[in-house]
């Protein structure tokens, strides 16, 4: 760890993490639905200094025709990071990271989507990374969640993902960029709050099976704070659009 | 086992809430029962009718359904019919012998010569086979092709409030106007009249869909088509 560039000393100073958040603390996450008025479904997410913009088009007629599934939906997930997201350049268009992170996104969406009733068609999600600090993958699956629903595609459940980890020897929730970095665990994850089903589940590092068994826990509470959040921003946007039945 | 139910008229639901406990209640729209409970498919609103739970969805592309009547653009041809395109991924066709109740003669005529590529059809959805093969019947009046006027896109899911309650809306719109309007359940209008008169209309749907949500609606309407008449 300390044998890493620009690693500073200490992770947590005085039971604190460096932005002065609890080891059990998220960073503040905001979500805004309806932002892409040419898609039928989007959403920007701020977790933090971590911003992901989402739009979902569709269902729509499979192109090319060779990814028709008679069967189920095609669920075309595109994950992309834009060049201006990191400190460092990122070269734009797809690399293998993120072709990796678009296929991870995908396979954890898809068990929320009645996929079946999209037979013959295909789901787009595009999601680009405007901002990034650590957790990009899990805040692009709850913007995607999130613009999915406001495309009126039927849905299971929501999406709720979090990112935590170990950092100087304690677990904590929600990592930023230096605890990712220089920290000794990161394990993204996805659930459906309904069943608490985890349809991602990703860890870098070695934790033992009581610490690994205390992070899901932790994060499977995180989560349902997220779904609350999401729920919000969904029923704000279509709340106003109804006033007058609801009055 | 107890029977629950955890939402009221008009609420607000997202995918996954938990509507109903108990196989007291009955799913219907976009509500779906897994287990023993009811739960929300889609963002929609609630309406209970006794026992049964709907989900009316607030977004959303159209699916098409049996007895639904759309405007359609046609999009190509078949050997005995055009393929038509509506906003939505399904593919409908449009047959030969459901254009008109007399006998379309090939041999004498083409298949140009009714629709071309462009036209739009007033029509009703007769049958959706399993395999997702969609058919459309433009025999009976008032189905017919649409000739001349302005097509306007609405999304499927303000079409309700275009009509108004008992079609009450659309009439206002008729009466004032003085054109002819037609409704597509798929979330197209076409609108023949005036130059002037189209103008006007399409500007007043278009403020329906934008303002649907609020109340006094069908007076601004009035106000807006009565406007320098």
């Known amino acids: 760890m300390g044998s890493k560039v620009g690693a500073p000393e200490k992770l947590i100073v005085n039971g604190k993490r460096l932005d002065g958040r609890k080891a059990n603390e998220m960073r503040e996450m905001e979500i805004e639905v309806g932002v892409i008025p040419n898609a039928d479904g989007s959403a920007i997410v701020t977790l933090g200094g971590t911003k992901v913009i989402c739009s979902v088009y569709g269902p729509k007629e499979v192109l090319p025709r060779r990814n028709l599934d008679t069967e189920q939906a095609f669920l075309n997930c595109v994950y992309g990071m834009a060049s201006f997201s990191t400190s460092e350049r990122v070269r734009p268009g797809p690399n293998r990271r993120s072709t990796e992170i678009s296929k991870v996104i995908a396979d954890a969406l898809a068990p929320a989507i009645f996929m079946e009733r999209y037979a013959g068609m295909e789901i787009t999600v595009i999601m680009e990374i405007i901002n990034a600090n650590a957790g990009t993958r899990t805040a692009a699956i709850n913007a995607a969640s999130v613009a999915l629903a406001d495309a009126g595609i039927e849905m299971r459940d929501l999406v709720c993902s979090i990112a935590s980890g170990k950092a100087d020897g304690t677990l904590m929730l929600d990592l930023f960029e230096p605890e990712d970095n220089f920290g000794e665990v990161d394990m993204p994850i996805a659930i459906l709050p309904r069943t608490k089903e985890i349809t991602l589940l990703q860890m870098d590092g070695i934790l033992t099976k009581a610490e690994s068994k205390k992070l899901i826990d932790m994060s499977i509470k995180a989560c349902e704070e997220i779904y609350e959040i999401q729920k919000k921003a969904l029923q704000k946007k279509y709340a106003t659009e109804t006033q007058q039945e609801t009055e | ?229």
């Open chain 2, 1 to 229: 086992m107890g029977e629950k139910i955890h939402i009221k008229d008009k609420d607000i639901v997202v995918p996954g809430a938990l509507l109903a406990e108990g196989l007291e209640y009955l799913p219907s729209g976009r509500a779906f029962r897994d287990g023993e409970n009811i739960y929300a498919a889609t963002i929609g609103l609630i309406s209970v009718k006794g026992r049964v739970i709907k989900v009316i969805p607030l977004a959303g592309k159209y699916s098409p359904k049996r007895g639904d009547v759309i405007i359609a653009k046609i999009n190509g041809f078949g050997k005995f019919g055009w393929n038509l395109e509506i906003d939505s991924p399904y593919k409908i066709d449009l047959n030969v012998g459901e254009i008109s109740m007399n006998y379309v003669d090939l041999k004498n005529s083409k298949l140009a010569d009714y629709f071309k590529i462009g036209d739009y059809v007033f029509g009703e959805i007769t049958d959706i086979s399993e395999s997702g093969y969609i058919s459309l019947s433009a025999k009976r009046r008032p189905y017919r092709k649409l000739l001349g006027g302005n097509i306007i896109k609405v999304g499927p899911t303000k079409i309700p409030r275009i009509i108004g309650k008992q079609g009450s809306m659309i009439k206002t719109l008729k009466d004032l106007s003085g054109c002819e309007i037609l409704i597509g359940q798929n979330g197209l209008a076409w609108i023949k009249g005036d130059a002037e008169k189209e103008a006007k209309v399409a500007k007043a749907i278009k403020l329906i869909e934008k303002e649907s949500h609020l109340s006094g609606l069908t007076e601004k309407v009035k106000a807006m088509l009565e406007e320098k008449n």
